[in-house]
C-alpha cells in the first residue's frame, strides 16, 4: 500500500523533552510512564512507552524525541496516552528513540 504526501501531511510529528518518567508496572510488557513538554501551544502529554530496554527513567529526563501529537488519545492500562513516542527496533527488537541530532526548540514539527 502507498501513501502520498497528503497522507504524509495529516500526521502532526513534534518534538517534545521528556520531563517525567517513571516505571509502568501494571503495563503487560515492561514500560515507561512518560510526560513530555511540547512547549507553548500544545502543552505537556502524557505516553507510555516499551523501551525499558536501552533506558532508564532517569536517563531520560532531558531528552528530546519525537512523536505524533494528533492521534486520539488511548488508554493504556491506567494510564491515557495522548501522544505517540517514535522509536525504531534495534538488532533484537528493541525500542531506541527518535530524535533530533541537536538540540532544537521545543514543538518543532518535522518536515
Do not use: C, W
Amino acid at each position: 500500500m502507498s501513501a502520498t504526501f497528503e497522507d504524509f501531511q495529516k500526521l502532526d510529528i513534534r518534538v517534545g523533552r521528556i520531563v517525567e518518567a517513571e516505571p509502568f508496572p501494571e503495563a503487560r510488557k515492561p514500560a515507561f510512564k512518560l510526560r513530555v513538554d511540547f512547549g507553548e501551544g500544545i502543552g505537556v502529554k502524557r505516553s507510555s512507552a516499551q523501551i525499558t530496554a536501552h533506558y532508564t527513567p532517569e536517563g531520560l529526563i532531558g531528552r528530546q524525541v519525537l512523536a505524533v501529537v494528533n492521534f486520539p488519545p488511548r488508554q493504556i492500562g491506567k494510564v491515557l496516552s495522548e501522544v505517540l513516542v517514535l522509536g525504531v527496533p534495534d538488532d533484537d527488537g528493541e525500542v531506541v528513540l527518535i530524535g533530533p541530532g541537536h538540540e532544537v526548540p521545543l514543538g518543532g514539527r518535522l518536515y
